[in-house]
């Protein structure tokens, strides 16, 4: 094996740096695997590039790209991960290093065997490891024992950390082009679901857009029986691919109809892949009678009943992924919304007292419907819709009230008519309405008599009552099963109530107003998500393109406060000779420091940035004041994150907002995701500067080795040495001291 000399390690940080300029510029795998045979592995028979299958159980590695001594190939194949000796530790482990399988004493005589069967006599496995999380591996083997030198498995090590960050960077940006996929459809599908008149076009609508290669699609409607606990269940539409028919087809009384469906309350959609392997077939014996493999039942409920169900069939067995559930689950709210607007207008249609206020109001809710689907911002959508929910609901004025992310506080975002209460604070601990709202769920409350209401505290009543309201509806706002915010409808005149038709009018708006809030959110999460992988792929070239260290926080720092709103960052690098964390880098008031030896300490107990070095784990604090450990730190909103790089502590970087909640748990998943490429980063750095020195000083000692030699007295040859090695190390005095040589009388005293 070759010693590690300078000019070897020099050598061998120039082919790292080669490698991993490679690794970051591309995004093929072959191309990748290359640069990484080319690096170090060329002595090897075959090598191979697998990412670990999410979720697989036995897990699976996915070779992408494969390498047999002639060419590198991309390919798409499967391996069991348990083909490996200790394939449990490999998140864990740095590199596993089987030179000679026949000796290996650390191999079980099972592993051997295997290994032998597959004619492997030496073997190099390297873990892609993202946050101490196994991603894929790197396989390196030969058919005769190959030893590989350890300044090699340790490069190879720091490469593998890059080629995973590489591989992860491009799993999120292909699961945000998903996220993106999927909201753009679903804009879609709402759309032209808020724009169908009757049954038949909520059926078109899931045909065109989500079940092109359906069967048939079957529309029931569930009759509630006066006088009885039974319901009643006909097909009235049904569409198949060559025809659409309106039908009236009773099918069957039953106690209810979820049982009839197997519909738990908790889901409004529910998917059955193999019919034969099913629990309850009693959907298909009562409504469908032909051959069918793989069915979706989607049930459109009303204040807790169900009153429509459809019914989606497939001829074949099917496995419905991800994005098909994702898609029906979203589906069905605006479905519901639909199916309810058409049923109302149906019932408008058989009252004739009730006529002309409904068709007008189910015109107002349709122009919402068409008109919230075009605004890009929340403010215009919520200024929009107050003004179209206080005409369609009948009522002297309508505010909406968003919830802070801190809790603490909603804030009235916007009213119609505009009148005083617009930015105002309403605080929400101890707030018997808001605790109300969030035990009942989705109920809207009502005050129909604010001057005798016992319930509402005394002040809250008061001042509504100076305002001149007499009546009161909220209505929560529900976006992601989360509550966001209420609507206030208010009216003025003594003695007029809410109705149960202005209660259901806000509630249809309100869910309509929640779809559009969702699809606005979604949209502008997404956008947000993609402009960050995308500042973090510019980050990632800008690192592999230098090795200095100053440089490299540089733009650690720049990067960083474009990327997330920022009011200082700090990053901090371990003192060996301190032993605590000295600030090496610092932005605050729009100014960067950079001090590699003299910047300020960190003690390592008692502050964030010590616990996480204790914890070796990320600290995110939405907001400071709500730990009784914060101080007087002035900071609202708080990242730290340790900086790690093949199980070693380098140092912690913390970012910092003076506004609370400035960060979600997404951001700092991405701050992360900039903290490991910046220890991959640091590590280069270190290893570049490590190997020049190293030949500086191998240099030094040939000059002056070369000088002495050229001498021919003690006294020069020691001038020469001391005064050359006074210079190297910046010594301002060198001397050198000589033992004098002894006669042999008086060496042999000395000894008695």
């Known amino acids: 094996m070759e010693v590690d000399r300078p000019e070897n390690l020099q050598a061998l940080a120039e082919a790292q740096h080669q490698a991993s300029s490679t690794i970051y510029g591309s995004n093929d795998p072959a191309t990748i695997l290359d640069a990484l045979i080319n690096f170090g592995g060329k002595q090897f028979a075959s090598a191979r590039l697998g990412l670990l299958v999410p979720e697989s159980e036995p897990p699976i590695l996915n070779i992408i790209a494969q390498w047999s001594g002639e060419r590198t190939q991309t390919v798409n194949l499967r391996q069991a991960l348990t083909d490996f000796p200790a394939h449990e530790t490999f998140a864990a482990v740095e590199v596993l290093d089987v030179p000679d399988v026949t000796t290996d004493p650390f191999l079980t005589e099972n592993e051997r065997e295997l290994l032998r069967k597959q004619k492997i006599g030496a073997l190099m496995v390297i873990p892609l490891v993202v946050n101490q999380r196994?991603?894929?591996?790197?396989?390196?083997?030969?058919?005769?024992?190959?030893?590989?030198?350890?300044?090699?498995?340790?490069?190879?090590?720091?490469?593998?950390?890059?080629?995973?960050?590489?591989?992860?960077?491009?799993?999120?940006?292909?699961?945000?082009?998903?996220?993106?996929?999927?909201?753009?459809?679903?804009?879609?599908?709402?759309?032209?679901?808020?724009?169908?008149?009757?049954?038949?076009?909520?059926?078109?609508?899931?045909?065109?857009?989500?079940?092109?290669?359906?069967?048939?699609?079957?529309?029931?409607?569930?009759?509630?029986?006066?006088?009885?606990?039974?319901?009643?269940?006909?097909?009235?539409?049904?569409?198949?691919?060559?025809?659409?028919?309106?039908?009236?087809?009773?099918?069957?009384?039953?106690?209810?109809?979820?049982?009839?469906?197997?519909?738990?309350?908790?889901?409004?959609v529910e998917f059955v892949e193999n019919v034969k392997?099913?629990?309850?077939?009693?959907?298909?014996?009562?409504?469908?009678?032909?051959?069918?493999?793989?069915?979706?039942?989607?049930?459109?409920?009303?204040?807790?009943?169900?009153?429509?169900?459809?019914?989606?069939?497939?001829?074949?067995?099917?496995?419905?992924?991800?994005?098909?559930?994702?898609?029906f689950a979203a589906t069905a709210d605006p479905l519901?919304?639909?199916?309810?607007?058409?049923?109302?207008?149906?019932?408008?249609?058989?009252?004739?007292?009730?006529?002309?206020?409904?068709?007008?109001?189910?015109?107002?809710?349709?122009?919402?419907?068409?008109?919230?689907?075009?605004?890009?911002?929340?403010?215009?959508?919520?200024?929009?819709?107050?003004?179209?929910?206080?005409?369609?609901?009948?009522?002297?004025?309508?505010?909406?009230?968003?919830?802070e992310p801190s809790g603490e506080y909603s804030i009235v975002t916007s009213e119609y008519p505009k009148q005083i209460a617009l930015g105002a604070r309403i605080g929400m601990k101890n707030n018997p309405l808001k605790d109300r709202v969030v035990r009942e769920g989705n109920k809207p409350i009502i005050r129909n008599d604010l001057e005798n209401d016992t319930e509402m505290p005394a002040n809250e009543r008061d001042v509504l009552l100076g305002l001149g309201v007499f009546s009161l509806m909220i209505i929560p706002v529900i976006v992601y099963d989360e509550l966001i915010g209420t609507i206030g409808f208010d009216i003025y005149q003594r003695g007029r109530t809410f109705t149960q038709e202005m209660v259901e009018i806000g509630q249809t708006m309100t869910n309509q107003l929640g779809i559009a809030l969702q699809n606005i959110r979604l949209l502008t999460e997404t956008q947000h998500r993609a402009n960050q992988l995308e500042r973090i792929t510019q980050f990632s070239q800008a690192m592999q393109a230098t090795l200095e260290l100053d440089t490299i926080l540089n733009i650690m720092l720049a990067e960083s406060t474009q990327l997330l709103p920022t009011d200082s960052m700090s990053v901090a690098l371990?003192?060996?000779?301190?032993?605590?964390?000295?600030?090496?880098?610092?932005?605050?008031?729009?100014?960067?420091?950079?001090?590699?030896?003299?910047?300020?300490?960190?003690?390592?107990?008692?502050?964030?940035?010590?616990?996480?070095?204790?914890?070796?784990?990320?600290?995110?604090?939405?907001?400071?004041?709500?730990?009784?450990?914060?101080?007087?730190?002035?900071?609202?909103?708080?990242?730290?994150?340790?900086?790690?790089?093949?199980?070693?502590?380098?140092?912690?970087?913390?970012?910092?907002?003076?506004?609370?909640?400035?960060?979600?748990?997404g951001d700092a998943v991405v701050f992360q995701q900039m903290v490991n490429q910046l220890a991959v980063a640091i590590e280069n750095a270190e290893a570049f500067a490590q190997s020049q020195r190293m030949a500086q000083n191998e240099a030094l000692i040939n000059e002056i080795s070369a000088s002495i030699q050229e001498q021919r007295d003690i006294e020069t040859m020691l001038s020469i040495a001391v005064g050359e090695l006074g210079r190297a190390l910046g010594a301002q005095q060198a001397r050198g001291l000589l033992q004098p040589q002894l006669d042999d009388a008086v060496t042999e005293q000395l000894d008695r």
């Open 336 to 403: 519901s919304i639909v199916m309810q607007n058409q049923r109302l207008l149906r019932e408008a249609q058989t009252s004739a007292i009730q006529l002309s206020r409904q068709v007008r109001v189910l015109q107002t809710i349709n122009r919402l419907s068409s008109g919230i689907s075009s605004f890009q911002s929340e403010r215009e959508l919520l200024d929009y819709t107050m003004q179209a929910m206080n005409s369609a609901v009948g009522v002297d004025h309508t505010a909406i009230a968003v919830i």
């Open 277 to 327: 392997q099913a629990e309850s077939k009693r959907v298909i014996d009562a409504l469908i009678r032909r051959a069918v493999g793989s069915y979706i039942v989607i049930a459109v409920r009303e204040r807790g009943r169900i009153e429509d169900i459809i019914v989606i069939t497939f001829a074949d067995e099917r496995t419905f992924d991800g994005t098909a559930r994702r898609l």
């Open 574 to 665: 371990y003192d060996a000779r301190s032993g605590r964390l000295r600030v090496a880098a610092h932005f605050e008031d729009e100014r960067t420091t950079i001090d590699l030896r003299g910047g300020a300490l960190i003690s390592m107990e008692g502050s964030y940035a010590g616990r996480v070095w204790q914890t070796r784990e990320l600290l995110f604090i939405p907001d400071t004041q709500q730990r009784a450990d914060a101080g007087d730190l002035s900071t609202r909103a708080l990242i730290i994150a340790p900086i790690r790089s093949r199980g070693r502590l380098l140092g912690t970087v913390s970012i910092g907002s003076l506004r609370a909640h400035a960060y979600s748990e």
């Open 134 to 268: 196994l991603t894929g591996a790197v396989i390196f083997s030969n058919p005769q024992a190959l030893p590989t030198d350890e300044s090699k498995l340790r490069a190879f090590r720091s490469l593998a950390d890059q080629v995973a960050v590489v591989f992860e960077n491009q799993a999120l940006l292909r699961r945000t082009e998903i996220s993106l996929h999927e909201t753009q459809q679903l804009y879609v599908i709402n759309r032209a679901m808020l724009g169908a008149l009757d049954p038949l076009d909520v059926l078109r609508v899931l045909r065109e857009h989500l079940a092109p290669d359906a069967a048939s699609i079957l529309h029931a409607v569930v009759e509630h029986l006066p006088d009885s606990s039974a319901e009643r269940l006909s097909i009235r539409h049904v569409i198949t691919p060559t025809d659409e028919q309106v039908v009236d087809t009773a099918v069957t009384s039953v106690r209810r109809a979820s049982d009839l469906f197997a519909v738990s309350p908790e889901t409004s």
